[in-house]
């Protein structure tokens, strides 16, 4: 298992752990959320013990799941997720910022550069891939900010980015 603690401006991230399941995090998952609009979990409706049987299964592999709080008040305001394939020396990222008012300040930018910055200076992988929704611009717009390059798929409804390169 990768231990991660990386303290940016604003943020703060580390490895989610089992107390990380509280009401506020679970009440992201209520199906009511508008964040997930472009996730596979909108409209889907969470109970405690699912999200402890996701967290389980995300602990025991060697993914990363990884909170990221406000640094003023340690509050958790959104996760990354962060999927291996050891195979490919990729890593698949998501993210998910389930505060809403902490939406559009740059957030999820900073904890993005943060941990891409992480992997990729340990070589935990060489390259960081990144997808959504054609929809999600919110999403397109982060890869873009954080320099990340499309990947061309003409066929697709889904717009992938990917980098190897630190971010600035």
Known sequence: MINIFLKG??????????????????????GENHSLVYS?????????NNLINYFHTLNSSNNLYIGIFDLKNNEIVGTISVYFNFQKNEGNLGI??????YHSKGIG??????????????QIVRTIVAGTKKENIKMINLMKNLKMKKIINLNSSIANYKTDKLIK
């Open 9 to 30: 401006k604003n943020i703060y991230v580390r490895n989610f752990i089992l107390k990380d399941i509280n009401k506020k995090y679970i009440s992201w998952f209520s």
């Open 40 to 48: 596979r979990h909108y409209k889907k409706k969470y109970s405690r």
């Open 96 to 101: 998910l910022i389930g505060e809403e008012r």
């Open 109 to 122: 930018k900073e904890a993005c550069k943060l941990v891409i910055n992480y992997i990729l200076k340990k």
